[in-house]
């Protein structure tokens, strides 16, 4: 839906158009009036205007001075001036500014609307051309290394994508990593040297490194790297080979780790340390790689440099088990902040479904999972300035009630259930609170009101207020404030004597013959006749 602004230093022209003209059915979602060029640059800066039609003789900022700076500034937006015979040269001036048409005073209906859909013919056909597929395709190449860099990175935090959905974003990002296949990873820490460059110097350090690792690993392995959230650069290597020949692709990987870390401190006079993992499934057993990688570095290189290692020849004692549902994206104090609900759900539902599973896990990860639990509803709570005690009581509950994922997640739906009726019932009290503010606002400004005012006593942006307010009532802000106006001139014309230009003017409208014509729109009747009626 688009917006126009109509302006003119004469307010009954604009007022005219603005009601003599079904913009609605042309496709407008919202008409803005202006009465003077300053007031008109206002309205350009805080909505998102489409057309706009201006007077081309107007003071203290002329209509060649307004399409100046809207050419200056909202180089999209089309400009229709109006002009008289005797500013005919001026209009010549107009197009040489880039003024998209004008028209010759009086205007007809007609012949604006004719105008105005050519013109809006011509944003539809620029935007299609903005959205074509070749724009597209470019945009979507030069993004290409980030949206790669971005999935590999939600993989190695444990996001499952489905089978479907990650073959199809394999096959968009140009990768011919096959699912089910092995592959094993090379985490590359840079040493000191590395970190004590700034964030230009840093990044290019770090292409070079992954150019050189690209160059040895290309002939045995399809590659796939990124950055992770500790700094390190981690390569995903898939073999090319179909056979099965484990060790022949150990000894490659070993080889080209030494040699990424020689190359490296020759060419660039820095250090790495690197950890190759043991090989697993694409693409189910890239997080648990990854970890034994992460958990490697920690312990057995710290702070240690230049050092080489294989993490599964490192490994020790069994792990503990880590409840990766917990941990993996999208987090719960993420879905919380966003209210997606259905989401929340899901998550706990993965949660308590691996506890179930797992018959390794103690009742220490049955705390660790409360917790957890415990600390997002706090965050979500105190987010949104509340006590998590004042909505649900004492959360901290019988540590018996603790002791199975079943009674667990019995509470854990409990508390999200008790959150989710709070708050929807708060912002709804919210947004009825607001809805009252603004009618309040309305009747106390009828001599002049307008939706940017209102937004500005509101607080809000005009755009999403006309939304909002339209989204909980069915009706527009200027449907409101017409009926508001007219109900006050009702009030007006029976019980004082004041006349019907009086009557006008005190509503803020400078034409009183637009206001009797508004009026019987609204009545069915002048304005003397009703008040002759209720004599």
Not at 24 to 43: D, N, P, T, W
Not at 241 to 259: C, N, P
Not at 280 to 285: A, I, K
Request: a negative charge.
């Amino acid at each position: 839906m688009h917006h126009i602004l109509l302006v003119d230093d004469e307010p009954y022209v604009v007022d005219d158009l603005s009601i003599s003209v079904n913009w609605g059915e042309l496709g407008f979602e919202q008409v803005h009036k202006a009465y003077s060029g300053r007031e008109a640059l206002e309205i350009l800066q805080h909505n998102p205007v489409d057309i706009v039609v201006t007077d081309i003789n107007m003071p203290e900022m002329s209509g060649l001075e307004l399409i100046a700076a809207i050419r200056s500034r909202w180089k999209p937006t089309r400009v229709v001036m109006l002009t008289g015979y005797a500013e005919f040269e001026y209009a010549r001036k107009a197009i040489e500014e880039q003024a998209s048409a004008y028209l010759l005073k009086p205007i007809s209906n007609d012949e604006l609307i004719e105008v105005i859909g050519r013109l809006q013919q011509e944003l539809r056909e620029e935007w299609s051309s903005k959205a074509s597929y070749q724009r597209t395709l470019q945009t979507f190449r030069e993004h290409l290394p980030l949206l790669r860099d971005r999935l590999l990175g939600e993989l190695l935090q444990g996001r499952k994508l489905p089978s479907a959905q990650l073959a199809e974003r394999l096959e968009q990002f140009d990768l011919p990593l096959r699912p089910g296949r092995p592959v094993c990873l090379a985490v590359v820490r840079p040493e000191e040297f590395f970190r004590n460059q700034d964030m230009n110097s840093m990044l290019l350090f770090e292409y070079a490194i992954l150019n050189i690792a690209h160059e040895l690993f290309q002939d045995g392995f399809h590659i796939w790297s990124c950055k992770d959230v500790h700094d390190y650069l981690v390569i995903l290597l898939q073999p090319r080979a179909e056979e099965e020949e484990t060790g022949e692709w150990e000894r490659q990987v070993t080889q080209s780790a030494y040699q990424l870390q020689n190359h490296v401190g020759m060419l660039m006079g820095g250090g790495l340390s690197v950890v190759t993992t043991d090989w697993g499934s694409f693409p189910g057993q890239v997080y648990s790689l990854y970890q034994s990688a992460i958990s490697a570095i920690r312990q057995h290189i710290g702070s240690e440099k230049g050092i080489y290692l294989n993490a599964a020849s490192s490994a020790g004692a069994p792990q503990v088990e880590i409840l990766q549902p917990l941990y993996e994206p999208p987090m719960l104090f993420h879905m919380f902040e966003a209210n997606n609900w259905e989401g929340i759900q899901a998550k706990l539902d993965a949660i308590i479904g691996e506890m179930q599973r797992n018959s390794d896990l103690s009742l220490e990860h049955i705390h660790e999972v409360r917790l957890h639990l415990e600390t997002a509803f706090y965050y979500f709570a105190h987010k949104n300035n509340r006590l998590l005690s004042d909505i649900v009581g004492n959360p901290l509950l019988e540590p018996a009630l603790f002791q199975t994922p079943d009674k667990l997640g019995q509470w854990a739906e409990a508390m999200i259930e008790r959150l989710r009726d709070y708050f929807d019932s708060e912002r709804r009290d919210n947004r009825l609170g607001l809805i009252h503010r603004v009618h309040a606002y309305i009747d106390a400004n009828l001599h002049y009101v307008s939706l940017q005012s209102i937004a500005d006593h509101v607080g809000m942006h005009p755009v999403y207020l006309s939304k909002m307010y339209k989204l909980e009532t069915g009706r527009r802000i200027s449907d409101y404030i017409s009926g508001a106006k007219m109900e006050k001139a009702a009030y007006l014309l029976t019980h004082t004597p004041l006349k019907i230009y009086e009557i006008s003017a005190e509503l803020g409208y400078s034409n009183a013959h637009y206001f009797i014509k508004l009026f019987k729109e609204y009545a069915g009747m002048t304005p003397q006749d009703f008040r002759d009626r209720a004599l």
